[in-house]
């Protein structure tokens, strides 16, 4: 699948696969700022055309382990509408010497295609194994 890309800043990084066979793109920081919030803002510098029926998926990496900051909405969720910057948002402060820094790859992104859901309301729904267990229902 061909993806459009354009570069909205002079050092974003064209993402590319790491090693043959990933699932995911590794994404670049071209700038780093802090927002109002104290956490720090990662723009990879790329604004992307996402295919419609498809979906952009924002993952940390696995080496968000080796810092002390998390990425704040888990997933990130790039719609095939949107055509502005792609941003990762870290807990922690800007100036913490464990955080990413300009020019580290701090995500991963990942293409999908993803189905038209309609809703039917019901006012019975099929019985299951698990029914009505919650949180930690399926076990320790």
């Given at each position: 699948m061909?993806?459009?890309?354009?570069?909205?800043?002079?050092?974003?990084?064209?993402?590319?696969?790491?090693?043959?066979?990933?699932?995911?793109?590794?994404?670049?920081?071209?700038?780093?700022?802090?927002?109002?919030?104290?956490?720090?803002?990662?723009?990879?510098?790329?604004?992307?055309?996402?295919?419609?029926?498809?979906?952009?998926?924002?993952?940390?990496?696995?080496?968000?382990?080796?810092?002390?900051?998390q990425?704040?909405?888990?997933?990130?969720?790039?719609?095939?509408?949107?055509?502005?910057?792609?941003?990762?948002?870290?807990?922690?402060?800007?100036?913490?010497k464990?955080?990413?820094?300009?020019?580290?790859?701090?995500?991963?992104?990942?293409?999908?295609?993803?189905?038209?859901?309609?809703?039917?309301?019901?006012?019975?729904?099929?019985?299951s194994?698990?029914?009505?267990?919650?949180?930690?229902?399926?076990g320790?």
């Amino acid at each position: 699948m061909k993806v459009k890309i354009k570069k909205l800043h002079h050092d974003a990084v064209i993402p590319r696969y790491a090693k043959q066979g990933d699932a995911c793109v590794d994404l670049y920081a071209a700038e780093k700022t802090s927002d109002e919030y104290g956490n720090t803002v990662l723009n990879t510098g790329l604004a992307f055309e996402i295919p419609k029926g498809y979906v952009g998926l924002v993952f940390p990496r696995s080496s968000i382990c080796k810092t002390m900051h998390q990425l704040r909405n888990s997933v990130g969720v790039i719609d095939s509408g949107y055509r502005g910057p792609v941003k990762l948002v870290f807990w922690g402060g800007h100036d913490d010497k464990s955080s990413y820094r300009v020019g580290d790859r701090v995500g991963q992104l990942m293409i999908l295609p993803y189905p038209s859901i309609e809703f039917e309301e019901a006012d019975k729904l099929s019985d299951s194994d698990r029914g009505f267990g919650g949180f930690g229902s399926t076990g320790s």
